[in-house]
């Protein structure tokens, strides 16, 4: 696979505790990367690392094939979780200021400002200060000045917080969208609702140790806990009838004449061969298996078990949700 | 700042000598002598006019009372035999110049009387008393000889001594705030994704000195335009400055009789302006000139780099005081030592103070008025670059963590840790 960017063997140690041990992450090109961590895990300095910010104690970075130089801070957004403005200085003029030290000039940087401020109903307040717009719209211009010199390599450090839920889907469209225009985007969070959403890739940090990484597909497939869960009307016979040893009936609820099934398949069982079981006997409305969530194995792998653990099995609160539903 | 600060400075230098004519108001003095001995005594000053009065002093009070006198000095018949019977009415409280002079003049009455009495001629006296002034002649290696004038180099020395003082101060907090402005609106995290932490601290620094110079520049030239306009549009309003400069210096000895022996040569120090012209011109002024502005921008940058480490370690402006105080101690003694430095202006202690690097921008602009060796010279010169080298290197090291470091309660132990991060 191509890697946009390497980090290898990281470690950073202040005094007193370290930030990060021995942490390699490989962010492939053009997708988004989740760095994902409980808070004071050592995100935020590893992306400090990655922005030439602080260097780290030991390890390397690499910028494609090359060695991280400073010159690719110009090929880098990055859009910081501690973040604002001059409060004092006009909106727009900032704005040119802050892309024109990302190395774009003056003349370009004002009329990409435009289209941008355009986008995102800014315009009128291009001659205002600073400290007379909303939070959200301060955001959206920081989002802008990270974004605006087109940068290969966007960070986005918790993009969300602070952002209303209006604000948070259009960042989230714009995010998107560049991934989609060939951009590669590390996007730090512990709002793994948004990871699920967006990331193709996770390294997962706690402790200042990468714990986990992949392709989310892999790892949700890795974690897969193999329980299906079944709908089915018009039961011909009790369902623990239908089962032999290779299924374990967990749960069964009826309600309404439909009969609602969570069954674990033994490891190496094909979950068609469940259905193949079950047809004959009854209308099968719905079949489908309960992956966990990005959330239930991130406190998996963080705390060592599932969230709300029951003896009865060991699936998440978000995966009753799926019943509910 | 830029427009008002010469308008202050001009109203400083040209207020003393409008107030000086604004306080012409007469003060009427009426004399009652009962005695006929001191009426020649008193002549008028320029605010203090004497009328004698061949009333009593009833009726002398009686025409106060009315208004037409502020101040009734009754001598009375015993007054020669008993000074301690002088007194001097008025109804509102009395002028202290009116009161001085009257005192000194009746001194040096009293004083001939007296002598004549003993039998010796005051014109003898006169002859006796001899004026010493030396005049100091500093001599350069070519054995070229300069007349010394002390004033006039402790005057410049002081000015500039204070104008850096004043110029670090003022532009050092500007620093300081600044950084703490960048850390707390928190936008110093995207600047430094685009330069490293020490560019952007050094751009502050120097952004804000050329800032303060180019002030510094306008005010110097506004500040002389101003006066010299004022000084064109009214040249009679300094036609008394000499005076008035000599009545300051009296009176701040706060001796009477100075005071008026003062009054009495203003004629004399007139030549003063002569002097003052003559004390400059053995100033060396290239090497003035470039020592400023070397000691001015060296001292600066090395004030500067350890505010803005203070800047880039606090949260908020109400914790830098704890840290404020060992940077602004160096800068307040060098001005609480400068009556000291020049007393003697090449003593070790002045030796000392002006090659360490804290003190010695201050310290070192008062000695060179009065002639430095070079070598003197060269060691505090090079010492401040390297304190200044020193300031930046440490300030840096306290500034990448401090920038980033929120909510932590710094102290010295926490910076003495960020200083060792590699």
Known sequence: ????????????????????????????????????????????????????????????????????????????????????????????????????????????????????????????????????????????????????????????????????PINVNLLKQEILKLRDEGATIIFSTHNMGSVEELCDHIALINKSEKILDGNVRDIKKEFSTNIYQLELGDLKQPIEQLLDRRFELIRSVAHNGLMTARVKIAAGTNSNELLQKVMPLANVISFMELTPSMNDIFIKTVTGKYPQESSEYEISESANDYLAE | MTILGPILLAALMIGPALIAIMSDSDYEVAIVDDTNMFYDAFSDTRNVKYTHLQTDIDSAMELMRGDKFDAVLHIPEVAFQAPSSLRLFSLKSVNFNAKSHMESVLKNEYESLKLTIAGIDPEVLMAVETRININAVRMDKDGLEKTDYPEVSMGLGFVSGLLIYMFIFLFGSQVLRGVLEEKTSRIVEIIVSSVKPFQ?????????????????????????????????????????????????????????????????????????????????????????????????????????????????????????????????????????????????????????????????PVIMMIRIPFGVPFMDLAISAVLLILGFIFTTWLAAKIYRTGILMYGKKIDYAELWKWIRYR
Not at chain 2, 212 to 231: D, K, N, P, Y
């Open chain 2, 200 to 360: 952007l601290m050094m751009g502050k620094v120097i952004g804000i000195g050329l800032v303060g110079l180019t002030q510094f520049l306008i005010w110097v030239v506004l500040t002389f335009a101003i006066v010299g306009g004022v000084r064109a549009t009214f040249p009679n309003l300094f036609q008394f400055t000499p005076t008035e400069q000599v009545h300051i210096t009296a009176t701040q000895s706060l001796n009477a009789e100075d005071l008026q022996r003062q009054m009495e040569t203003v004629q004399m120090q007139n030549t003063t302006a002569g002097q003052i012209l003559e004390g400059l011109q053995a100033i060396n002024f290239p090497v003035m000139i470039l020592s400023f502005l070397f000691y001015f921008i060296g001292g600066y940058l090395l004030y500067a780099a350890l505010f803005a480490a203070i800047g880039s370690a606090v949260d908020n402006e109400a914790d830098t005081q704890q840290f404020m105080l060992p940077v602004t101690v160096p800068l307040l003694f060098s001005i609480v030592m400068m009556q000291m430095i020049i007393q003697n202006p090449s003593g070790p202690v002045a030796f000392w103070l002006s090659i360490i690097p804290l003190t010695s």
């Open chain 1, 1 to 164: 696979m191509e890697y946009l960017f390497r980090a290898e063997n990281i470690s950073k140690a202040y005094t007193g505790h370290k930030a990060l041990t021995n942490v390699s992450i490989h962010v492939p090109a053009s997708g988004i990367f989740g760095l994902l961590g409980p808070n004071g895990a050592g995100k935020t300095t590893l992306i400090r690392i990655i922005n030439q910010i602080i260097a780290p104690d030991e390890g390397f970075l690499f910028y494609g094939n090359e060695k991280l130089k400073p010159e690719h801070v110009h090929r880098i957004g990055y859009l910081p979780e501690e973040r604002g403005l001059y409060k004092k200085m006009k909106v727009g003029e900032q704005a040119m200021y802050l892309a024109q030290l990302k190395g774009v000039p003056a003349h370009k940087s004002k009329k990409l400002l435009k289209e941008w401020f355009e986008k995102f109903d800014l315009i009128p307040w291009w001659n205002k200060k600073v400290e007379e717009l909303s939070k959200g719209m301060a955001q959206k211009v920081q989002f802008i000045i990270t974004v605006l010199h087109k940068p290969d390599l966007l960070i986005f450090d918790e993009p969300f917080s602070g952002f209303d």
